[in-house]
């Protein structure tokens, strides 16, 4: 049962980063609300405060140029990333993890923000920005800061924002050459959550070695975390089927999954490195344009 | 083929006429007249019962036909 | 608690009420306007069986507070007749017997509809995603993506 | 087929333009002037004495109109099995002791849901917790705590079977094999959770809007826990969301509901929450199973014996008869010469097991099934093959259980041997998995000592013709309404649209087991047919008074027209006929009626369905990942009555069993289950369900109306022991545990590798 709250549906951004100012640690935000009602009518999550931002259409947008790279605001829903022709172009693996997320009566309603603020570490959208090189910009009535993904992930549904901040936009580098991104998390059920996934990005260069790479990891500890002894492994080096285990085995290593009634640590584990191996083959072999 | 074997409890002609059946027909119903004879006869019916379920085999059922087909002899005809 | 006033059209009709701010949409359709046909069929967003559509969008009626459907158009399935003629979908459900219990169909039916005023030529895995986020215990769904399939031919005209 | 005019017909549900209008009403939905809201607190332990409880605080919260606990119950034990009074040991609202967690402790009545809700938290119940055991081999040691007086080592019930002289069976096999298997439980996970709404008036009377498979067996328990007669209290259930086994005995929903209705003289409703619907009701009957099995090397089945615990959960509910038809089915369907069941269904401290669809069978199937197509691998024997020359056919008699009329089993071989054939070879990951099965028209043995006749019904033929069919078979999605609509408008001769439906209600429909064990086509429609015969020979007796056809001639009526056998196209109306016979009878409505009970059938089932399921199942070696991609199922269920009906009971039936093969675990730790949401619960979506085509065997079940018989459960056996076969033949490895989770088969692959590996060296 949801416990009552005061209502505030604010106007601007403005308003609602003041709002936010006068009422600090006792409200909360809202935008789709796919996850916070879930938690909220379980009685896990109490506000006497809920600022309600669905309507700020000003934050809901999506544009792209060579030089800024990929900017989406914070109130863009799933639906409107999984639909835009856009970002089909330029990173359909962002479409192509919409597609899979959640269903489409949740993906209607729901926002980006929403998704990557809620913290869940089995999400799928958090893995696939960090792969990217993405950032997330955070906003208050003192300003804005500009954080890395990957450092806005403090701890198990915990993250960097402050109490008078909120996000206000997701910012993705400009596309870089030769380089692709593979995502896939392991599930039952096609839509379902991740029982663990993998994002690799992959660079390479004029010789296809291996350039720069980004390995990331979900459900696989409180926060999405970065296979750093894996992409070392690769860095520097020629694809082959041995190195691409070594990189599996060392992902596999580095991880700190959870043993639940879904799938032992061991077995997650076993995932991992499964996983790892194909997203990264995958990854290089889309990197590598075709002559 | 000899007079059908009456059950001792509650008189029920088995079946086939069997002993053993008619140990059977004492496990399925399970009723307390039927346990109450059973441990008169010096056997514990829960184990027993319980042999019967955890080894391959009719053991349990042949150690109780056999006291039936005993018991068979005294019943006035 | 300080009640929220709350303008919005359902199906065609104009509502004015004032709720309690965290009254959920699905709440306001039944218990509010007493239409009934929308279902609640688990606690955690799972089960699409209160699916709506608000303007051109298919929601789950339990996952959005009444509040944000503030000046938007809802539809639940007692909107998809019009003036007791069956909209093609709904002659679809009779004829292919996409439903058995019946109690999961008005969600299922608002996910179809919003699919194909969407995408009018879905492919079979397009209408499986679609109805994805809906569970049926009884139908094994095949005979709803058959009609889904029939009405994107065109096969149930609007009378 | 024989050519009928509506049977076997497309003709749409007739609850349709309710259903895809939202117009049906739930009990989900319904509303009563003055009704207040119900919840239930529920026993956070396992096994626990209740001391004291305190709801003094809870009562003091405004808005909270009552509360009751065991105390203001009569304490009736009470259980479906009426006929054997110490297998009814449910009071549901207990007074002594809890035995499960989730368990009924008190219920609050209040204006609003919200407040009995907080007003649960209020009340202070005093427990002794008591030591617990969850698994039936631990339950039955002699330390094992004792959960029900009396009941010496946690026994609950046995059931045993055996025919022909099993050790010389034994002897006689060439080649003989033991397996191990566990079978898991499953949720019923109907979209409408329990819900009821009592009304008790000052009259004495108790009125109950309940989400209910069988109006008839709820009106009856209650009458035994409540203290009143049968004809005082009429229960109400006109649109069903969904039973599957699970909604025929009393639940925490009706019965607190009414204890509250009675002490508070005020409507009361209580709906289960998804989460209580997973806890607090009860489950298909979790198995562990001990099969050997004795064959000739050329495939001929010798003796099979096999040793059953179930884990019974804290009370009986059906499991007695779940115990008895698992044992019974995992012959099925099969000759064997020497067969052996023993089957101990074992009380624990957790959720109760009972009935689901399939009764035991899909657990049965899961050993059997793939036990046999291992052996016929281990012999290099062709596993349909050696199916067919053990399996049953007409006119066999499973000794001193079962005569098999009709039975379409060896033409399901023949479809299924063609499908593989014409899907030639299959790529490297993927395999198809087999499995037969057999299933029972409904029940014979009356556990529940119903007095009535097992199935009525009556048809009165209004003035212009059209009819009232008053059954007390009830819809629950499985499409009887429109199932006995046919048979009534092809039996009387009319159209289907002439038929107007009455069920649910107990106060104007006859007596009727209701909905469970797939008896309702069989049953329901033979006094359905009954019915309509005995209105038509009323009319055709006007209309031979009226015709003066020489006595050789026959009349008879078809698709509302009266005429001769010998000139069908001389006759006229059957509205001008209805109009003459009510005239000649003052007046009075044509009133035909019809009954149906099973005799010199034996004591299981009056006929029995056979189908064989083929599978085509893709495994990721890697992962262990299982997509279903295409199946086969030929099914002989007599002749079908009603088309789009039969097309959704295989397709759901098959999504079901699927999620029983490889979705539906339930880890439980302590007695407390750990995926009681659907997040965690898997359950099949549209976008795993392959398609599931269905080849209908030609067959004549002459115990059935027009020749038919079950459709319902059947294909629920199967599929799970199809899949598992698949696997084996993709793989090579042999799962024993369902549900299978990746993990499994990864695990499963590893051991194979390891054992090759020591193989070599």
């Known amino acids: ?291 | 083929m000899s007079e059908p074997v009456k059950c001792p409890v509650c008189g029920k002609k088995a079946k086939t006429g069997s002993a053993i059946d008619c140990a059977r027909h004492m496990f399925g119903t399970g009723d307390k007249p039927h346990r109450a004879w059973v441990e008169a006869q010096g056997l514990s019916f829960i184990d027993l019962l319980l042999e019967q379920a955890t080894t391959p085999g009719n053991r349990s059922y042949v150690v109780l036909a056999e006291i039936i087909e005993k018991t068979q002899e005294r019943l006035p005809e | 608690m300080e009640k929220q006033r709350l303008k919005l059209k359902v199906n065609g009709q104009e509502h004015e009420l004032y709720i309690n701010p965290k009254t959920l949409l699905v709440e306001v359709i039944r218990d509010h306007l007493g239409l009934t046909g929308t279902k609640r069929g688990c606690d955690t967003v799972s089960c699409g069986a209160c699916t709506v559509m608000i303007d051109d969008m298919a929601v789950k009626s339990c996952a959005v507070l009444a509040v944000q459907a503030e000046g938007r158009h809802v539809r639940t399935a007692e909107g998809l007749e019009k003036n007791g003629k069956l909209a093609p979908i709904q002659k679809a459900f009779l004829d292919q017997g996409s439903y058995q219990c019946g109690f999961c169909t008005p969600g299922m039916l608002m996910s179809c509809e919003a699919l194909l005023e969407e995408n009018p030529a879905p492919s079979p895995e397009e209408i499986r995603e679609g109805i994805e986020g809906n569970i049926c215990r009884c139908t094994g769904y095949n005979s709803i993506v058959r009609a889904m399939g029939a009405v994107a031919k065109g096969n149930y005209r609007e009378e | 087929m024989k050519k009928y005019s509506v049977i076997n017909t497309h003709v749409h549900n007739v609850d349709g333009i309710a259903k895809v209008t939202g117009r049906a009403i739930y009990t989900f939905d319904v509303k009563l002037p003055g009704m207040l809201y119900g919840k239930i607190l529920r026993s956070p332990h396992p096994h626990a004495k209740i001391l004291d409880i305190d709801y003094g605080k809870a009562l003091d919260l405004p808005g909270v109109i009552g509360v009751v606990t065991g105390k203001d119950t009569l304490g009736v034990k009470q259980g479906i099995w009426r006929r054997y009074q110490d297998l009814c040991d449910e009071q549901i609202l207990p007074v002594d002791k809890v035995r499960y967690i989730g368990e009924p402790v008190a219920a609050v009545a209040a204006m609003t849901e919200e407040i009995a809700e907080q007003a649960l938290d209020l009340i202070d119940v005093q427990y002794e917790v008591l030591p617990a055991v969850y698994e039936p081999l631990d339950a039955i040691k002699k330390e094992a705590p004792e959960i029900h007086e009396g009941f010496e080592r946690n026994i609950n019930v046995t059931r045993h079977i055996e025919w022909g002289d099993v050790e010389g069976a034994f002897d006689e096999a060439e080649y003989i094999r033991e397996d191990w298997f566990k079978c898991g439980g499953q949720a019923h996970m109907c979209m409408e959770t329990r819900a009821a709404v009592s009304s008790y008036t000052p009259d004495g009377k108790l009125t109950v809007y309940h989400s209910s498979q069988s109006p008839y067996y709820m009106r009856g328990l209650l009458a035994g826990v409540l203290g009143l007669k049968e004809s005082s209290i009429r229960v109400i259930s006109h649109y069903v969301g969904g039973g599957f086994g699970g909604k025929f005995e009393l639940d925490g929903a009706i019965f607190c509901s009414a204890v509250l209705s009675m002490k508070l003289c005020r409507p009361v409703k209580i709906v289960f929450t998804r989460e209580e619907d997973f806890i607090a009701t009860k489950r298909r009957t979790p198995m562990s199973y001990y099969v050997r099995t004795g064959v000739k090397k050329d495939g001929t089945f010798c003796a099979r014996e096999a040793k059953v615990f179930t884990n019974g959960g804290a009370y009986t509910g059906m499991g007695a008869t779940a115990l008895y038809l698992t044992g019974f089915f995992h012959s099925f369907p099969y000759r064997w010469k020497g067969y052996r069941y023993d089957g101990y269904r074992v009380y624990t401290n957790t959720l109760p097991s009972t009935s689901m669809r399939g009764f035991g069978a899909p657990q049965a199937m899961w050993c059997s099934e793939q036990q046999i197509e291992w052996i016929a691998a281990d012999l290099g024997l062709d596993s349909i093959e050696m199916r067919r020359k053990n399996a049953h056919y007409s006119g066999y008699e499973v000794p001193d259980q079962a005569s098999i009329a009709s039975c379409g089993i060896d033409q399901c071989f023949d479809v299924v041997q063609k499908w593989i054939k014409e899907k030639g070879k299959l790529p490297e990951n993927r395999a198809i998995g087999l499995s037969a099965a057999g299933f029972m028209s409904g029940g014979i043995f009356n556990w529940f000592d119903s007095p009535y006749s097992f199935s009525s019904a009556v048809v009165t033929i209004n003035y212009d013709g059209t009819v009232e069919l008053h059954v007390g078979a009830q819809d629950i999605g499985q499409g009887s309404n429109t199932t006995l609509a046919i048979i009534c408008a092809e039996a009387l001769g009319v159209k289907i649209e002439d038929i107007k439906v009455h069920s649910g209600d107990t106060d104007h429909c006859p007596a009727d087991l209701g909905a469970w064990g797939s008896r309702q086509t069989l049953m329901a429609g033979n006094a359905v047919k009954m019915a309509a015969e005995d209105a038509k020979k009323q009319l055709l007796e006007v209309a031979y008074a009226q015709s003066g056809f020489n006595i050789v001639y026959d009349l008879d009526i078809k698709n509302r027209w009266v005429h001769a056998l010998a000139r069908p196209e001389r006759g006229y109306d059957y509205a001008e006929l209805v109009k003459k016979a009510i005239r000649g009878k003052d007046g009075q409505r044509i009133v035909g009626r019809g009954y149906y009970t099973p005799h010199r059938k034996g004591m299981i089932s009056p006929a029995y369905s056979y189908m064989m399921q083929a599978v085509e199942v893709e495994i990721d070696k890697d992962t262990g990942k299982i997509k279903l991609i295409d199946s086969l199922t030929a099914h002989d269920c007599g002749q079908p009555i009603n088309h789009l009906g039969l097309i959704g009971q295989l397709e759901g039936a098959f999504s079901m069993a699927a999620g029983y093969g490889y979705l539906e675990y339930m880890p439980y730790e302590d007695g407390k289950l750990m995926n009681p949401n659907l997040v965690d619960y898997k359950v099949m979506r549209a976008t795993e369900m392959p398609e599931v085509p269905v080849a209908e065997i030609d067959t004549y079940e002459p115990e059935g109306p027009y020749g038919a018989k079950e459709a319902g459960e059947g294909l629920t056996n199967p599929t799970a022991a199809a899949i598992g076969n698949a696997i084996f033949h993709a793989l090579g490895v042999q799962m024993k545990e369902c549900p299978i989770k990746p993990e499994m088969i990864v695990n499963a692959l590893n051991e194979k590798e390891a054992k090759e590996k020591e193989g070599k060296e």
């Open chain 1, 1 to 291: 049962m949801i416990h009552d709250f005061r209502y505030l549906k604010p106007g601007t951004l403005q308003e609602a980063l003041s709002m936010l100012a006068e009422w600090r640690d006792e409200c909360k935000i809202i935008c789709g609300g796919q996850s916070l009602l879930i938690v909220m009518r379980q009685g896990l999550v109490v506000t006497d405060t809920l600022v309600d931002i669905k309507g700020l259409n000003e934050l809901s947008y999506i544009t792209y140029d060579d030089g800024e790279g990929l900017r989406m605001g914070a109130t863009t829903t799933h639906r409107a990333v999984e639909k835009s022709g856009l970002l089909k172009e330029k990173y359909p693996i962002l479409v192509a993890v919409e597609k899979k997320l959640a269903s489409i009566q949740v993906r209607n309603w729901g926002s980006i923000a929403g998704n990557l603020a809620h913290g869940d570490s089995s999400g799928d959208l958090a893995p696939v920005l960090i792969a990217l090189g993405g950032k997330i910009k955070l906003g208050s009535v003192k300003g804005t800061r500009v954080v890395p993904l990957e450092e806005f992930y403090t701890g198990l549904f915990e993250t960097a924002l402050t109490k008078d901040e909120m996000v206000v936009e997701v910012q993705v580098p400009p596309v870089q050459p030769r380089t692709a991104v593979a995502y896939k998390k392991f599930n039952l059920i096609e839509s379902d959550q991740g029982i663990v996934g993998v994002a690799a990005a992959m660079t390479v260069d004029a010789s296809d070695t291996c350039k720069d790479v980004r390995i990331v990891l979900g459900n696989s500890g409180v926060t999405p975390i970065r296979a750093r002894s894996a992409e070392k492994v690769l860095l520097g080096r020629k694809s082959g089927d041995r190195l691409l285990e070594e990189a599996g085995e060392a992902a596999a290593g580095e991880a700190d999954p959870v043993s639940d009634i879904h799938a032992s640590e061991e077995y997650r584990r076993h995932l991992i490195r499964v996983l790892t191996e194909r997203m990264v083959r995958q990854a290089w072999e889309k990197a590598i344009p075709l002559e």
